[in-house]
């Protein structure tokens, strides 16, 4: 499903705009790249507050969990 967006530019913001190619492209291009940065930020929060606590586990379940990758 595609949508449709209106954007207001100056002249000055179009030109610069044209200079890297179809305005449309451009845009799509821009909030692709902000959308992917903004997970990107989301996933990396979340990954500092998982290492935030310390991984529990035994010397056991770590040994049976390097055997499991040895023999993989």
Known sequence: MTGTIT????EKER???AK???ISDVVR????LYLREKD???II???????????RGTIY???QLIRADRNR
């Open 7 to 10: 954007v207001r530019l100056s």
């Open 15 to 17: 030109k610069a705009l």
């Open 20 to 22: 890297h190619g179809k």
């Open 29 to 32: 291009d821009a909030l692709s």
């Open 40 to 42: 990107s930020r989301r």
């Open 45 to 55: 929060s979340r990954l500092r507050e998982l290492q935030k606590s310390p991984a």
């Open 61 to 63: 379940e770590d040994l």
